[in-house]
């Protein structure tokens, strides 16, 4: 008769293989949704492609177009999903790699924060705010305005909004739980120098945008530093309504 135990094996104290890839599972999805949107893109054709663009592209003047169908490209469909779906597209190839670098970094600690539904309705909700800061900036606009860029300022805002905090990852000493840190308040967050040197260098950086420097991959195109704003706006100023982390509680 045998009892329940058993001799140690050397192999016990072998440590778990970390992931080659430690991203949460919607950046992966998200991140490749947004390649398979450009290889498509790539394969179909400049004929197609325009179509796409016209349907899917948040252009400002389509709003000042009379009344159509609700799928034609001034009808209510585009006028509403535009809004979002613009950010699916990219200039090139380069502006997507761009972009997803730029997402892998700010995107994977708020997602992990918020979770999957949570994290994409975000994204969604910030790249209309960079979308609505185009249209008022460039109400009568023809360009068609496209790419990742409003989200991805929406998800570095959110990421401010706990990354400096005690244990944050940017706190200095980073706990174990650091994307699930409770979050500042406004206030809070602006009283720290670290934070105002890093909002300060992103808007800087989009002062040079609208100066007229181009950034990789869109250099025979305005980058639409508008929409970067709306985006970084829109994900600090509504980020508390998407945080499942309780605020730190004071006396």
């Not at 796409?52 to 003047?61: K, R, V």
């Not at 490209?73 to 535009?82: A, I, M, R, S, Y």
């Not at 994204?123 to 900036?137: D, M």
């Not at 409003?150 to 650091?178: D, E, H, Y």
């Amino acid at each position: 008769m045998s009892c329940g135990v058993r001799n140690p094996s050397p192999f016990d104290t072998v440590p778990a293989r970390e992931p080659v890839f430690n991203v949460p599972g919607v950046i992966a999805v998200m991140a490749a949704i947004l390649i398979g949107v450009q290889a498509l893109r790539s394969l179909l054709g400049d004929y197609v492609d325009v179509d796409l663009i016209t349907y899917f592209a948040f252009i400002p003047a389509r709003f000042d177009l009379p009344p159509m169908g609700l799928l034609e490209p001034g009808g209510l469909g585009p006028k509403v999903w535009t809004f979002v779906t613009y950010a699916l597209l990219h200039a090139n190839w380069l502006h997507l790699i761009v972009n997803l670098v730029w997402f892998l970094a700010f995107g994977t600690p708020v997602a992990r924060r918020f979770g999957a539904a949570r994290f994409a309705a975000f994204c969604a909700v910030t790249a209309a705010g960079g979308a609505l800061a185009h249209f008022l900036s460039h109400p009568d606009g023809i360009m068609p305005l496209v790419g990742a860029s409003g989200s991805i300022s929406g998800t570095m805002a959110a990421a401010v909004r706990f990354m400096f905090q005690p244990g944050g990852a940017l706190s200095g000493r980073a706990s174990p739980a650091a994307d699930h840190q409770p979050a500042g308040s406004l206030v809070e967050n602006f009283r720290d120098g670290r934070v105002l040197i890093f909002v300060g260098a992103w808007f800087v950086l989009n002062l040079l945008f609208g100066l007229g420097v181009s950034m990789p991959g869109a250099e025979d195109a305005e980058v639409a530093w508008q929409a970067h704003l709306g985006g970084f706006l829109a994900g600090l100023l509504l980020f508390p309504l998407f945080d499942p982390v309780p605020r730190r509680r004071t006396a």
